[in-house]
């Protein structure tokens, strides 16, 4: 290994301290390979061109004045000017780093690289700006990289061409947009041993949610191949989740994972005449439908983010969010870690203003994908299929292309919204739609192809993680509250909530926990096949059983595709509340919507009225539903238990009896959910005039109580709320349900037990909540949208005493 000198640095003789020397990227890569690895971290070996021989070379040759000559005043919204004198200023540069003594540097080094690595050994020549990977700045893009680069002179000239690359178009316009100093601005070049992930796989870890800046989860995504196409959006990535806190206490499962396409794979390429060294090839179609990391290795890059976000975040002196990429060695095996950068957006979304985006109805859907932010924008759509269509795009219109790259932010920093086909949360158009703060709609697949230049829509990112594109444009709200001055009532305002997609944005508001999370989105969106037809495929018709086969392809039997899929969508809301309460109820279709799952006929029969029929408690011990409920059970066990999730308590809806109810406990604790293990407390909806009545008896079975408002009224005042004809006298202010209400939480009270409400009854009617209040109800819950509001009738409740 050479000597280190003011021009060329090894990795271990460079740390964080060092960013005006190496910049951003390499001053980290030299931070993670002289700390890290002694910690079974992985860093390749390399060396730096630090700023200094950047800043010599233009000294000697007298660039800087021709420099200023082409880039002082330039007005970067002029595209063809723009290209003209950034072409210009990189030549300059170009010509000024081929020095004798810079390419004498990096052939004495490359030399050792070969007797540590073998012979025309590949690497990565990478670009690395003093403005780069700051906390307030990412610069992601703006630089060249260079893959499967060996040879001494190849190695150079692509050292020089990353130089130059400090006046790429994109880096011009960045610079310009965030107000830094063009000349102020310095770069170094990484040369490190390239990882043979073209043969394996590659991907980026985040310490926290991208979407809703939620810190604690680490999310990783990979795709098969070099990282490239994750960048550029090209694929659409598998992504896992693990949560951090369980994580820490030792507790090993990934707590949610996201199937992607990864259609293509990027692999490495002898050089050809445009002068590229990587291609892409199709991936195989078995390939497509496995995912690209095993759990070992997704706890493996988590171990090693947590790792390092907690060095990051000690030498920064607070808490420190990175965004790693890594890359899998398709020689030996092994997981590298390649970067380690502060995430720069996400990381800022602990702000005091609470803002919510809704629309005020729904519209015909013309396309959907992932959804980027959480806000909603409407324009007219423009079509961009290639950089020269630019030139007709207009500030405030939407943005749709097949993907977008980095020579495209001068327009993308004026659009309304952003769509394209292909990309994940991770790909450059969500990068930038996120650092605008403008919805991005993106692995859409169809937008180029169903979205027409001229036509009015809105983008709908405020659904969760899934974004629509709708046809018109739709009224939609803005609420922000300054989360400062927002009220806290004693009494706990909670949530309603079944959708996981959902969690990570919820749990950033102020509440007390879940209230009510019902399985049966998950069942219904996630799964999609009845319960039963998973535990007994065979009993389904070929038709149904093909379609089965197929959704669980991969897994290893249908029965743990159900398992799997529940628990980590159950999992996920859990998590995102951590450590406090999340009330899970079982599942509570009625035979109808069970028998709209696919191989739902084969198992449930027709009733004439579903809504007071086999439903709820009634069915988890009967053997039309008992095996069925044992895939319920197990999900739930592996959340609170692998999972490490104890803030889990488990509801069960409709139990008509006491009997039903001693017989359903048992039933749990056959299953492996046992009252009372690992601080598990059971609860009961308290839905039906019998729970009330026969209270004292129902508090002997269970721990706590919430009042399911809806079906009480319902049954108390023998209303069918669904009716048009009748429903007008479905009021949970009748004084007879009033009552109902004082008994129910007398009754638990009475025997030592918690009872809550989680029916919008008090969002809806500020009456009923204070009257709650006086009741000395334990907590009340509601649907996110009504939190807010529920918060600031409670609290003047409860000051009016």
């Given at each position: 290994?050479?000597?280190?000198?003011?021009?060329?640095?090894?990795?271990?003789?460079?740390?964080?301290?060092?960013?005006?020397?190496?910049?951003?990227?390499?001053?980290?890569?030299g931070?993670?390979?002289?700390?890290?690895?002694?910690?079974?971290?992985?860093?390749?070996?390399?060396?730096?061109?630090?700023?200094?021989?950047?800043?010599?070379a233009?000294?000697?040759?007298?660039?800087?004045?021709?420099?200023?000559?082409?880039?002082?005043?330039?007005?970067?919204?002029?595209?063809?000017?723009?290209?003209?004198?950034?072409?210009?200023?990189?030549?300059v540069?170009?010509?000024?780093?081929?020095?004798?003594?810079?390419?004498?540097?990096?052939?004495?080094?490359?030399?050792?690289?070969?007797?540590?690595y073998?012979?025309?050994?590949?690497?990565?020549?990478?670009?690395?700006?003093?403005?780069?990977?700051?906390?307030?700045?990412?610069?992601?893009?703006?630089?060249?990289?260079?893959?499967?680069?060996?040879?001494?002179?190849?190695?150079?000239?692509?050292?020089?061409?990353?130089?130059?690359?400090?006046?790429?178009?994109?880096?011009?316009?960045?610079?310009?947009?965030?107000?830094?100093?063009?000349?102020?601005?310095?770069?170094?070049?990484?040369?490190?041993?390239?990882?043979?992930?073209?043969?394996?796989?590659?991907?980026?870890?985040?310490?926290?949610?991208?979407?809703?800046?939620?810190?604690?989860?680490?999310?990783?995504?990979?795709?098969?191949?070099?990282?490239?196409?994750?960048?550029?959006?090209?694929?659409?990535?598998?992504?896992?989740?693990?949560?951090?806190?369980?994580?820490?206490?030792?507790?090993?499962?990934?707590?949610?994972?996201?199937?992607?396409?990864?259609?293509?794979?990027?692999?490495?390429?002898?050089?050809?005449?445009?002068?590229?060294?990587?291609?892409?090839?199709?991936?195989?179609?078995?390939?497509?439908?496995?995912?690209?990391l095993?759990?070992?290795?997704?706890?493996?890059?988590?171990?090693?983010?947590?790792?390092?976000?907690?060095?990051?975040?000690?030498?920064?002196?607070?808490?420190?969010?990175?965004?790693?990429?890594?890359?899998?060695?398709?020689?030996?095996?092994?997981?590298y870690?390649?970067?380690?950068?502060?995430?720069?957006?996400?990381?800022?979304?602990?702000?005091?203003?609470?803002?919510?985006?809704?629309?005020?109805?729904?519209?015909?859907?013309?396309?959907?994908?992932?959804?980027?932010?959480?806000?909603?924008?409407?324009?007219?759509?423009?079509?961009?299929?290639?950089?020269?269509?630019?030139?007709?795009?207009?500030?405030?219109?939407?943005?749709?292309?097949?993907?977008?790259?980095?020579?495209?932010?001068?327009?993308?920093?004026?659009?309304?919204?952003?769509?394209?086909?292909?990309g994940?949360?991770?790909?450059?158009?969500?990068?930038?739609?996120?650092?605008?703060?403008?919805?991005?709609?993106?692995?859409?697949?169809?937008?180029?192809?169903?979205?027409?230049?001229?036509?009015?829509?809105?983008?709908?990112?405020?659904?969760?993680?899934?974004?629509?594109?709708?046809?018109?444009?739709?009224?939609?709200?803005?609420?922000?509250?300054?989360?400062?001055?927002?009220?806290?009532?004693?009494?706990?305002?909670m949530?309603?909530?079944?959708?996981?997609?959902?969690?990570?944005?919820?749990?950033?508001?102020?509440?007390?926990?879940?209230?009510?999370?019902?399985?049966?989105?998950?069942?219904?969106?996630?799964?999609?096949?009845?319960?039963?037809?998973?535990?007994?495929?065979?009993?389904?018709?070929?038709?149904?059983?093909?379609r089965?086969?197929?959704?669980?392809?991969g897994s290893?039997?249908?029965?743990?595709?159900?398992?799997?899929?529940?628990?980590?969508?159950?999992?996920?809301i859990?998590?995102?509340?951590?450590?406090?309460?999340?009330?899970?109820?079982?599942?509570?279709?009625?035979?109808?919507?069970?028998?709209?799952?696919?191989?739902?006929?084969?198992?449930?029969?027709?009733?004439?009225?579903?809504?007071?029929?086999?439903?709820?408690?009634?069915?988890?011990?009967?053997?039309?539903?008992?095996?069925?409920?044992?895939?319920?059970?197990?999900?739930?066990?592996?959340?609170?238990?692998?999972?490490?999730?104890?803030?889990?308590?488990?509801?069960?809806?409709?139990c008509?009896?006491?009997?039903?109810?001693e017989?359903?406990v048992?039933?749990?604790?056959?299953?492996?959910?046992?009252?009372?293990?690992?601080?598990?407390?059971?609860?009961?909806?308290?839905?039906?005039?019998n729970?009330?009545?026969?209270?004292?008896?129902?508090?002997?079975?269970?721990?706590?109580?919430?009042?399911?408002?809806?079906?009480?009224?319902?049954?108390?005042?023998?209303?069918?709320?669904?009716?048009?004809?009748?429903?007008?006298?479905?009021?949970?202010r009748?004084?007879?349900?009033?009552?109902m209400?004082?008994?129910?939480?007398?009754?638990?009270?009475?025997?030592?037990?918690?009872?809550?409400?989680?029916?919008?009854?008090?969002?809806?009617?500020?009456?009923?909540?204070?009257?709650?209040?006086?009741?000395?109800?334990d907590?009340?819950?509601?649907?996110?949208?009504?939190?807010?509001?529920?918060?600031?009738?409670?609290?003047?409740?409860?000051?009016?005493?």
């Amino acid at each position: 290994m050479t000597a280190s000198s003011d021009h060329l640095r090894w990795f271990e003789n460079i740390g964080l301290e060092d960013l005006p020397l190496a910049g951003g990227k390499n001053a980290s890569l030299g931070e993670m390979y002289r700390t890290l690895t002694t910690q079974g971290i992985l860093v390749p070996n390399g060396f730096v061109l630090t700023t200094y021989a950047y800043r010599d070379a233009l000294q000697a040759a007298g660039a800087w004045p021709k420099l200023h000559g082409f880039l002082d005043h330039i007005d970067t919204t002029d595209v063809t000017l723009l290209r003209k004198q950034s072409a210009k200023a990189r030549q300059v540069v170009y010509d000024a780093t081929g020095t004798d003594n810079l390419r004498h540097l990096v052939a004495v080094a490359y030399r050792s690289l070969e007797e540590e690595y073998g012979e025309e050994i590949a690497v990565a020549v990478r670009s690395s700006a003093t403005s780069e990977d700051l906390p307030n700045a990412s610069f992601a893009g703006q630089h060249e990289s260079y893959l499967n680069i060996s040879g001494a002179e190849n190695i150079f000239d692509a050292c020089r061409h990353c130089f130059a690359s400090l006046f790429t178009d994109r880096a011009i316009v960045y610079r310009v947009n965030n107000n830094f100093n063009h000349f102020k601005v310095s770069l170094s070049v990484g040369v490190m041993k390239l990882v043979r992930s073209d043969r394996a796989a590659s991907g980026v870890t985040f310490t926290l949610d991208t979407e809703s800046g939620f810190r604690d989860v680490v999310l990783t995504t990979g795709a098969y191949g070099l990282g490239e196409n994750i960048v550029q959006g090209v694929v659409n990535p598998d992504e896992f989740y693990v949560h951090k806190p369980t994580f820490r206490q030792g507790y090993r499962a990934v707590l949610r994972r996201v199937l992607g396409k990864k259609r293509l794979t990027m692999i490495l390429a002898k050089k050809n005449i445009d002068g590229a060294t990587t291609k892409n090839e199709p991936t195989p179609t078995d390939m497509q439908k496995r995912f690209c990391l095993t759990d070992d290795e997704v706890l493996l890059l988590a171990d090693h983010a947590l790792l390092a976000e907690d060095h990051y975040s000690r030498h920064a002196g607070r808490h420190m969010p990175l965004d790693i990429e890594w890359a899998k060695d398709g020689d030996d095996g092994k997981i590298y870690i390649v970067q380690a950068r502060p995430e720069t957006v996400a990381s800022r979304k602990m702000a005091a203003m609470l803002e919510t985006y809704s629309l005020h109805e729904k519209g015909t859907v013309l396309t959907h994908g992932r959804a980027v932010g959480e806000k909603i924008s409407t324009g007219i759509v423009r079509v961009i299929s290639t950089h020269d269509d630019l030139a007709l795009f207009r500030p405030g219109e939407v943005l749709v292309a097949p993907s977008t790259n980095p020579d495209w932010e001068a327009v993308m920093k004026t659009a309304a919204a952003i769509v394209t086909d292909h990309g994940a949360r991770t790909c450059h158009a969500a990068i930038i739609a996120r650092e605008l703060g403008v919805p991005g709609v993106v692995g859409t697949e169809t937008g180029t192809q169903v979205l027409k230049s001229g036509q009015r829509v809105t983008v709908s990112c405020a659904a969760g993680e899934i974004g629509t594109v709708y046809e018109g444009e739709i009224p939609f709200e803005v609420t922000r509250i300054d989360a400062d001055r927002l009220p806290h009532p004693r009494t706990p305002i909670m949530v309603n909530l079944g959708n996981p997609e959902l969690a990570f944005h919820t749990a950033m508001m102020p509440s007390g926990g879940v209230g009510l999370a019902r399985i049966e989105f998950i069942i219904s969106e996630y799964i999609g096949i009845h319960p039963m037809a998973l535990a007994h495929p065979e009993r389904l018709a070929i038709a149904d059983r093909q379609r089965v086969a197929e959704i669980t392809e991969g897994s290893p039997s249908p029965s743990e595709y159900f398992v799997r899929t529940l628990s980590e969508g159950v999992g996920t809301i859990a998590a995102a509340f951590y450590p406090k309460p999340v009330i899970v109820r079982l599942s509570d279709f009625k035979t109808n919507e069970y028998a709209a799952l696919i191989g739902g006929t084969a198992f449930e029969p027709q009733e004439a009225n579903p809504m007071i029929g086999f439903r709820g408690a009634s069915r988890y011990a009967h053997a039309a539903y008992a095996d069925g409920f044992a895939l319920e059970c197990a999900a739930l066990a592996r959340t609170r238990g692998a999972m490490g999730l104890t803030n889990i308590i488990v509801m069960i809806p409709f139990c008509r009896r006491v009997e039903e109810a001693e017989l359903v406990v048992a039933t749990m604790k056959q299953n492996g959910l046992v009252r009372g293990r690992d601080g598990l407390e059971i609860y009961m909806m308290c839905e039906i005039p019998n729970n009330v009545i026969q209270m004292d008896a129902f508090a002997k079975e269970f721990d706590g109580f919430s009042i399911g408002s809806n079906d009480l009224t319902q049954l108390t005042l023998g209303v069918d709320r669904d009716s048009e004809i009748v429903a007008f006298d479905f009021d949970e202010r009748d004084k007879g349900m009033l009552e109902m209400l004082r008994l129910a939480v007398a009754g638990a009270k009475r025997n030592g037990r918690k009872v809550g409400i989680c029916g919008e009854a008090p969002a809806n009617y500020p009456d009923i909540a204070s009257y709650l209040v006086t009741l000395h109800i334990d907590s009340i819950s509601v649907n996110p949208s009504s939190l807010l509001r529920t918060m600031g009738v409670v609290h003047e409740a409860e000051l009016r005493g």
